[in-house]
């Protein structure tokens, strides 16, 4: 199966502030990755698919990038509404894995 | 607007099965691919398995080979998810999610619409 791992598993930040998630491949997964988000409760909401292409109706300050092994989401200026958790999903080999998460947290 | 409307929540007992019911409405059933995914109290997410809802063909991951059983019924536009066997490591909140690109293109299976998840704990 192919591993997916995030960093950092937590990140303390600020509203305002520019972050990043990193996700890592255990192998080439080319640019078949998906981010997600997911509130407490709640159901995950796709917001990246093929690695850099934004979902419908995903807020512009939302990207991605990468490709093969290592890939990044970013959100350019935080919203109170962005303090979640983020998932990264492979599904360029079956069985289709995502990461452990990473749990996005107010300072 | 596409839904997904699962059923309530459930407890069960060691070694019984459960069943849980995936509803869409908004968009062609048939059309699209239905995934199940499930997520252990505080855990990550846990993909299981995938069901074309036009012909009825299944995959799972290997894990749950032998122990879930994906259907649906076209007539009413419902996916279900039945998992035997149940052991208390299988208590988690159980998702569907529709696939976003439609069956007949290539299968990329990234989920645009998710159901309300549906906890199921497994207790003696």
């Known amino acids: 199966d192919v591993q997916m791992t995030q960093s950092p598993a937590t990140l303390s930040a600020s509203v305002g502030d520019r972050v990043s998630i990193t996700c890592r491949a255990s192998?080439?997964?080319?640019?078949?990755l998906a981010w997600y988000q997911q509130k407490p409760g709640k159901a995950p909401n796709l917001l990246i698919y093929?690695?850099?292409f934004s979902q419908r109706g995903a807020p512009s300050r939302f990207s991605g990038s990468g490709s093969v092994t290592e890939f990044t989401l970013t959100i350019s200026s935080l919203q109170v509404d962005d303090f979640a958790t983020y998932y990264c999903q492979q599904y360029n080999s079956f069985p289709y894995t995502f990461g452990q998460g990473t749990k996005l947290e107010i300072k | 607007q596409i839904q997904l409307v699962q059923s309530g929540a459930d407890v069960k007992k060691p070694g019984a099965s459960m069943k849980v019911s995936c509803k869409a409405s908004g968009y062609i059933f048939t059309d699209y691919y239905i995934h199940w995914v499930r997520q252990a109290p505080g855990q990550g997410l846990e993909w299981m398995g995938w069901?074309?809802?036009?012909?009825?063909?299944?995959n799972s991951a290997q894990k749950f080979q032998g122990g879930v059983t994906m259907t649906r019924d076209t007539s009413v536009s419902t996916a279900y998810m039945e998992l035997s066997g149940l052991k208390s490591d299988d208590t988690a909140v159980y998702y569907c999610?529709?696939?976003?690109?439609?069956?007949?293109?290539?299968?990329?299976?990234?989920?645009?619409?998710w159901g309300q998840g549906v906890l199921v704990a497994v207790s003696s």
């Open positions: 999610a529709k696939s976003k690109l439609r069956i007949g293109l290539t299968h990329l299976p990234f989920f645009d619409y």
């Open positions: 192998q080439n997964i080319y640019t078949s």
């Open positions: 093929k690695a850099s």
């Open positions: 069901m074309n809802p036009n012909s009825g063909d299944t």
